[in-house]
Structure formats: structure tokens, C-alpha cells
């Protein structure tokens, strides 16, 4: 008798423990979709995305609780899609133009199919198509690139996007030139040592890159013609026209006419609609850092936020907006 009821006691003791980890296990699964370590996917370090991905991942971290946010460098537009749409990341800097590729399943994910598990938190600013080359090179036109060393943006990238839909319309194409890939940086480094004749940069104005290129060498950008402008933007849904004026950069002569496309903001679709409109309410709340992070921050508004937005929004920026 004695034992049978140690052998009770042992089993309800039992089930309380398991009951007790089984209800442990239903809190963390309720726990789990909150995410804490927030992965924001930029571009590289001499462009624009790098900043203000940084700068969003610390507002994120500082103002919502249990979130520790950072942005790290990548290739930009078309890898940062393709990583989120396989969940390596929660957010990422993209251009818009790509972000619909990637949905339609078109130009450069054709062959792939189109990507999914991804939805569009926020448009930010433009993204200026500058052609960079050094003021002596006798680059004029876009047509004088052929046969020349051209950097066509990172591996992966919208840059690398657009410097072949641009060399297209003006009936060019690899083939006619030598293309580099390279960043941002590296492309500037490589046109000061004479290694490559022009670079394409898909980047908010200032670009560091041509920034600092231009503090310590003699460059000019190379403007695409009306009717090619006007062929972009027939082909092309996302190209605008875009005016770079001298007010964009320091120290040279940047007046140059070319199409921008806008920089946009996206999400993983699976995150919690809670917590993107904690994240995103934070960004709106804290404007002034993103200003302060880079010139374009102070683009990011309210007003603008879906301007341009090329995929649908996710449930916890909509909600966001619905409410504000
Ligand atoms: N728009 C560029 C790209 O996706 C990156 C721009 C940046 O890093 O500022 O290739």
C-alpha cells in the first residue's frame, strides 16, 4: 500500500512537471515570434543604405524593449530580397525598381521566379543613377563608355540593375565594354589609381564614395539624354527623371541630368504585426537621428512614406499608417 501510493505521488509529480513545461513551452512559442535580435540588411559602407540602416537599428534598440536591431553591410537590392525571402533577415534597405522585380519574378529573377515573404514597410528617398568618371577621361555620353573599364555596382546589386537596363537603352551591353564588379568605395579607389574609366552608383546623393573621390581628385558625372531619359521611364515603371544639381555635392561641378529610382524599406512577412508597428512607430518618432545619420534621412516623412511603394505593405506598417 505504502509503495503504491509512492508510486502515485511519483506520478502525479510527474504530470505537474510536465504540465507545468508544457504550459513554459506554449509562453515560449508566444515568446518566440516576438524577434529579439533584428537583423537589417544595408548596402556597402561607402553608400547611403549603411548609415541609415545603422542608424535605425540603434533607434529600434534604444526605444522598444526587447529588441536588439543592427544593420549590416551586404551587396544591397538583390541579395538583401533574396536573403529575406529565405528568412536569414528581418529587414533590409532595398530600391524599389527591384523590389517589384523580385515579386513579378522579372528581369533579373526571371530565371529564378518570383520571390516571396518579403512586404514594404516604408519609401525613403531617391535613389540617383550617377555615372562617375574623372573629369579628364573624355567620357561625355553614355554611348562613350563602350570599350571602356566599367564598374557596374557589388554583385547582387540594384546599381547592377540599372547599369544594364541603361547600357540597354542606349543599345550597349557587356559585351561592348569591360564590366568590374565592385562596391561603392572600391569603384572610387579604382577610378583615383586609373584601374577603371567610369563607375555606375545607384545611391542617394551625397554618396560618400564620390564625396570623398571628389575631395581628392577631379571628377565629373555623365548625364543621359532627354529621349534616353524618356525611353528609361517608357521601358521602365520605377525610373523618374531626377536633376543633380550643384547643391548635391561640395566640391565639383555635379550638374548632370539622369533618372532616380526610390530607396524602400522591407520586412519579412512573418514578423509579428505587433512589433513592426512598435519598430516602425519608433523610426517615425525619431526623425531627427535619421537626419542626423545622413542627409536622405531627413526625406523619410510621414506624408511620403508610401510614395512609390511598388509591393504590398505589411500588417504592422499599415496599421501604423491607418492610425497616424
Ligand atoms: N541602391 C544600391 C543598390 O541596391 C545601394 C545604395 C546604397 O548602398 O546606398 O545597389
Not at 8 to 31: F, H, T
Not at 35 to 64: D, H, K, R
Not at 164 to 192: K, P, R
Not at 263 to 270: G, L, P, Q
Request: proline share 2%.
Amino acid at each position: 500500500m505504502k509503495k503504491f501510493s509512492w508510486l502515485l505521488a511519483v506520478i502525479l509529480v510527474s504530470m505537474l512537471v510536465l504540465a507545468a513545461c508544457g504550459g513554459g513551452d506554449e509562453e515560449s512559442e508566444n515568446d518566440d515570434e516576438w524577434v529579439e535580435n533584428v537583423t537589417i540588411l544595408t548596402g556597402g559602407e561607402a553608400g547611403v543604405y549603411y548609415p541609415l540602416g545603422l542608424a535605425m537599428g540603434e533607434i529600434m534598440s534604444e526605444n522598444v524593449d526587447d529588441v536588439n536591431a543592427t544593420g549590416i553591410t551586404t551587396g544591397a537590392s538583390v541579395v538583401n530580397i533574396n536573403d529575406i525571402s529565405d528568412g536569414e533577415a528581418e529587414f533590409a534597405l532595398v530600391q524599389n525598381d527591384i523590389a517589384y522585380y523580385a515579386q513579378e519574378g522579372t528581369e533579373m529573377f526571371e530565371e529564378e521566379g518570383a520571390r516571396e515573404g518579403f512586404s514594404g514597410v516604408f519609401t525613403m528617398y531617391p535613389e540617383t543613377i550617377q555615372i562617375v568618371t574623372l573629369a579628364d577621361s573624355g567620357i561625355e555620353t553614355v554611348e562613350d563608355l563602350e570599350g571602356m573599364r566599367v564598374a557596374v555596382g557589388d554583385v547582387g546589386s540594384g546599381t547592377e540593375a540599372n547599369a544594364n537596363q541603361i547600357l540597354g537603352v542606349h543599345d550597349l551591353t557587356y559585351d561592348d565594354l569591360n564590366e568590374e564588379y565592385m562596391d561603392f568605395g572600391d569603384a572610387s579607389s579604382n577610378l583615383q589609381d586609373g584601374n577603371i574609366d567610369a563607375a555606375f552608383v545607384t545611391s542617394g546623393t551625397p554618396t560618400g564614395s564620390i564625396q570623398e573621390l571628389s575631395a581628392s581628385a577631379d571628377v565629373k558625372l555623365v548625364s543621359i539624354s532627354d529621349d534616353m531619359i524618356e525611353a528609361l521611364e517608357e521601358e521602365y515603371p520605377y525610373y523618374t527623371r531626377q536633376d543633380i544639381s550643384n547643391d548635391d555635392y561640395e566640391n565639383f561641378d555635379s550638374e548632370a541630368s539622369t533618372v532616380a529610382v526610390q530607396a524602400m524599406f522591407i520586412v519579412r512577412d512573418d514578423m509579428p504585426e505587433d512589433q513592426v508597428y512598435e519598430l516602425v512607430a519608433s523610426i517615425f518618432d525619431n526623425l531627427d537621428d535619421m537626419e542626423n545619420a545622413h542627409d536622405r534621412g531627413s526625406d523619410l516623412t510621414l506624408d511620403s512614406a508610401q510614395d512609390g511603394m511598388s509591393i504590398d505593405l505589411h500588417p504592422g506598417a499599415e496599421r501604423y499608417y491607418d492610425e497616424n
